[in-house]
């Protein structure tokens, strides 16, 4: 740790700034009044455990927000999901803010919008800014950008920049007239086939007739676009038929509607004229079930969920109008404006999604919408019509009197409107507020919105409050901390390499996210995360990608981007090849590797799904990468399923858990994390409603992961695979969370369901149950150990005994204990008294083991002896012999040595069962055995064992020759020969 890592992990960020400002305490967090900018009611929060403050007006419960998938209660929105930021661009909400707040609201009603806003008056405002005749009069204002239209456009943007800037004001001060920005995304998607597979959700039972299945990859053409249109607004679906409701004189659109389904679906629709009763009209019925399953989870059932496919939402906006076009002549209508006469067009909808996509498509094609609300009422009639929102907008874009955009050099375009009305009261209550990533805006139902921008850590508040330089800042801290300053660091905030390779890992995720949502050579990835059933929600919110099937994309990527080729290998992403005599092993070769000049790089993830790795910080670690291109390698030198970062000056794999950045304010609101093993079951859980999973990645759970969940909770769920080493896994992980006070639940997964990922996806409602149902952990292995050994025979009973006491041993609650000893000798029908003894000898003696002991540290052990101890459990699980070539001299200690070479003997004279092999250890070999035996290795595949062997050899020879060249005791001659074997080894791939 560096020693501003370490001063950060022992200041107290709330004393220090509560030494210059009056902080008050609510909850976790402290509360005070923003030292950058006047205030009368307290927005700087301070965060302890994040290390972090931040000033942030806020919004009252019920206020709503623009994401991806219509408006959202700002109390409603969680870590993880995106919003649309206040330059109408996507992004990410990293957290959310909840406070009590006794002040001043401003309710705000825009032009064209007569649905207010309520916010704190101390929450930040875009505006346009300049001259105080045109910020605080919109016709003025409207005027003069009339009068630009005569420049040419980047003359005519230059001036408004100039005159015209962007600014942020405090609610508080908002007046009439002045004018706000509605911004717009102007992301374009053009799809060109929908593939409705993911839309099925619906299960037919395996009895009966199957209903036919219509295509399922259709063509986003004119005719599928007015299909979807006339359905969202003719439209209704039942589980067997969807069905459109038009008027006795529609005819005419009668056909038109059948002729489509026939056309995209080869379905024959029918019409039913109603002549009787109530209800009169035309209802045309296509009868399909998994159509109507298809359309309910495609645009909404019932009419207040009704909207354009999310998926749709970007597309070019040519497309998008003909689906507005299609809803018009389904259910709007035509008026004529009160002063102008101008014709005008509407749509009435009870559906707030929907009302705003159709603003959007508007808005996009130059037309200029007015959105009014109609409140619930009665009719003459006494039918009751629900709260609707009038969307309309002139067929003449020049007759609104609202018509300007504003673009920014960067792009980014927004909708002019003006204030027009506004008003302040007195609230007491719950706010709320969003921090968003990167630009820290987000956008209202009718403006956007920003923060005050003071933000930072503790040395951020000392610099911009105190006026210090950072090295003042570090040594101020340092005295305060007792961190005795090493003075070659001073001048550095961090260590520059470690600083970039964060860098370097974010440009990396960044790259094979894009790689795989938007450029086509991710296909193959995106239909593969669509076979396994990760939705577009979850490859957003972890920020998954894909490594294309080449050489070095991302190498020149980072190289352009400015960083060396030695820091990119040493962050895990190239690995170095060097071509000194042309010849390289076939064995660590890459198949069709070119003809590459000496010291070439090439990238480590190819081929590959890729998983970033974070901190609680969000900041990357490192990543996983899951195999899809089968023809990366070929079949003898098929690299593993799963790879993850080599060790690095910023990832350690036994320091980390995948998943914990994205759903650590689940765990913390629950007091409970859910310990998955691999990032498919932490994806599936998450997706299944249960977001507070973490996964473990294949490895024995380590003493700093433990750490790690016990910032956040208390409570641990663990669900590891069905599997022998799943349950044993589950023994291994119990000793480490009784030793740090977490209580433990565990999960028996149903039969047939293999893992968590299987049973989130087949029954997502089941395994919320499940989760939610876990049971203590003991009771779980006392029951899957006693299932094992089914026999009631005195055979089987010491069998489960010798599994069982041991566990039970480590129990460090005396009344717990003593629960689990009783419920243990009624199961196996012996005393308690024998179980206590049992336990007693147990303890007595120094041969037990390491299952049930918490696994070593690894920073405590060397690189060689975790070599050795991965090794040895490769031999053992898989039954490998070692090559001739092969020197026990490499392993360490010498216990392993010696169990090494016995293994060896017995592996070349016996094929089969290692009981016969365990029991002719000596007592003080069966400890490191068992240790072996079920320590969690990559993948369970023999080929990748054998490729594994091949590795750990390789690196337990180069270990060795590092070792020697750093005693230097060898003449120059053999040291020589060293360092040219050294790095022989080390280049290779």
């Known amino acids: 740790m560096d020693q501003v890592a370490e001063i950060k992990s022992r200041v107290d960020i709330a004393q220090i700034i509560g030494e210059k400002i009056a902080l008050k305490q609510r909850g976790q967090r402290f509360l005070g009044l923003c030292p950058f900018h006047s205030e009368k009611t307290p927005s700087f929060t301070v965060s302890p455990e994040m290390g972090i403050y931040k000033c942030f007006g806020c919004f009252p419960a019920g206020q709503l927000v623009r994401t991806p998938f219509g408006y959202h209660k700002i109390e409603e929105v969680i870590v993880g999901e995106y919003v649309l930021s206040g330059h109408g661009e996507i992004r990410k909400v990293l957290v959310t803010h909840e406070r009590q707040y006794n002040g001043r609201l401003a309710t705000i009603q825009m032009s064209q919008f007569n649905e207010p806003v309520s916010l704190t008056e101390d929450h930040m405002i875009y505006v346009v800014g300049g001259a105080r005749l045109y910020t605080g009069r919109y016709k003025y204002l409207s005027k003069r950008l009339n009068a630009y239209q005569k420049y040419p456009g980047q003359k005519r943007n230059k001036k408004i920049w100039r005159y015209f800037p962007i ?75 969807i069905r459109f409701s038009l008027g006795n004189h529609e005819e005419t659109f009668a056909k038109e509607i059948l002729k489509l389904i026939d056309d995209i679906f ?22 399909n079930s998994i159509l109507a399953n298809v359309f309910e989870n495609l645009c909404g059932k019932g009419a207040d969920r009704k909207h354009i496919p999310f998926v749709l939402q970007q597309l070019p906006k040519e497309k998008r109008l003909v689906v507005l076009t299609a809803i018009f002549k389904g259910d709007g209508y035509e008026i004529k404006g009160k002063k102008t006469w101008t014709l005008r067009k509407a749509i009435t909808t009870i559906s707030k999604v929907l009302s705003e996509q159709l603003i959007d498509i508007l808005l996009v094609n130059g037309f200029f919408p007015s959105a009014s609300i109609q409140n619930p009422r009665y009719d003459k009639l006494g039918v009751h019509h629900k709260k609707a929102i009038s969307i309309s907008w002139s067929t003449d874009p020049k007759a609104s009197r609202f018509h300007h955009f504003y673009e920014t050099k960067e792009g980014q375009l927004f909708w002019l409107l003006p204030i027009q009305k506004i008003r302040t009261i007195d609230f007491s209550g719950k706010v709320y507020n969003l921090t968003v990533d990167k630009d820290h805006s987000y956008s209202t139902s009718s403006f956007a919105v920003a923060n005050c921008g003071s933000a930072g850590d503790v040395f951020t508040f000392l610099e911009k409050h105190d006026g210090m330089t950072f090295v003042e800042a570090l040594e101020f801290l340092a005295e305060k901390t007792g961190v005795k300053l090493d003075r070659r660091v001073v001048d550095d905030r961090l260590q520059q390499a470690e600083k970039q390779i964060f860098e370097i890992n974010h440009l990396a995720a960044e790259f094979y996210h894009y790689i795989l949502t938007k450029h086509r050579v991710g296909q193959k990835a995106r239909d593969y995360l669509k076979s396994r059933r990760i939705a577009q929600s979850a490859i957003e919110t972890f920020n998954i990608g894909y490594s294309p099937n080449q050489w070095d994309n991302l190498f020149k990527f980072l190289i352009k981007k400015g960083y060396q080729a030695e820091l990119i290998e040493q962050a895990g992403l190239a690995i170095r090849r060097t071509r000194s005599t042309g010849q390289t092993s076939a064995v660590f070769q890459p198949a069709n590797l070119p003809a590459f000049q000496p010291d070439h790089f090439y990238d480590r993830f190819r081929g590959r799904a890729m998983f970033p790795l974070r901190d609680v910080r969000g900041q990357v670690l490192g990543f996983a990468g899951r195999l899809i291109d089968e023809e990366v390698y070929p079949e003898r030198n098929r690299e593993a399923k799963y790879i993850n970062s080599p060790e690095t000056p910023v990832y350690h794999k036994a320091k980390n858990l995948f998943g914990i950045f994205e759903n650590r304010e689940d765990i913390r609101k629950k007091n409970e994390a859910v310990l998955v093993e691999g990032e498919f079951d932490c994806l599936s859980s998450w997706q299944a409603g249960v977001r507070n999973a973490v996964a473990v990645k294949g490895t024995a759970l380590t003493v700093d992961q433990v750490k790690l969940i016990r910032r956040y909770a208390r409570k641990v769920v663990v669900c590891l695979d069905a599997d022998s080493a799943g349950q044993e896994a589950l023994i291994r992980s119990l000793p480490i969370l009784e030793h740090h006070g977490l209580s433990s639940r565990a999960i028996t997964l149903p039969a047939g369901e293999k893992d968590p990922d299987e049973m989130a996806k087949s029954s997502p409602a089941k395994w919320k149950e499940l989760v939610e149902k876990s049971e203590n952990a003991y009771g779980v292995i006392i029951e899957n150990t006693l299932k094992k050994f089914r026999e009631d025979t005195v055979e089987a009973k010491r069998q489960a005994g010798d599994v069982l006491v041991p566990l039970l041993s480590g129990i460090n609650n005396a009344i717990e204990q003593d629960h689990w000893i009783n419920i243990l000798a009624k199961r196996l029908g012996v005393r308690d008294e024998s179980i206590r003894r049992q336990m007693s000898v147990w303890k007595q003696t120094s041969v037990s083991p390491a299952a049930f002991k918490p696994p070593e540290n690894e920073d405590s052990l060397s690189r060689g002896e975790i070599l050795s101890r991965y090794l040895l459990g490769l031999a053992i699980q898989f039954r490998l012999p070692m090559p001739e070539n092969f020197n026990l001299g490499w392993v360490e200690p010498v216990g392993r040595r010696k169990l090494m070479g016995l293994l060896g003997e017995f592996i070349k004279q016996v094929k089969g069962d290692f009981r016969n092999f365990r029991q002719s250890l000596p007592p003080e070999l069966v400890e490191l055995f068992d240790e072996a035996a079920l320590a969690i290795l990559k993948g369970e595949d023999p080929e990748i064992a054998k490729s594994e062997l091949e590795l750990t050899l390789r690196d337990l020879e180069a270990e060795l020759v590092r070792n020697q060249l750093k005693d230097g005791k060898l003449p120059a001659v053999a040291m020589s020969r060293l360092a040219a074997r050294l790095k022989q080894l080390v280049r290779k791939d």
Do not use: F
Request: glycine share 8%.
């Open 266 to 287: 080869g379905i024959k629709a029918k019409v039913h004229r109603r002549i009787r009763g109530e209800k009169t009209g035309l209802e045309i019925t296509a009868c």
């Open 167 to 241: 600014q942020k004001v405090r609610a508080g001060s908002l007046k009439k007239g002045m004018t706000l920005l509605y911004p717009l995304d102007r992301t374009v998607t053009d799809i060109k086939v929908l593939d409705l597979s993911p839309y099925i959700t619906k299960k037919w039972p395996p009895h009966g007739k199957k209903p036919l299945v219509p295509p399922l990859q259709v063509k986003i053409d004119e005719n599928l676009l007015r299909l979807l249109g006339y359905y969202i607004a003719e439209g209704s679906n039942h589980r067997a038929y």
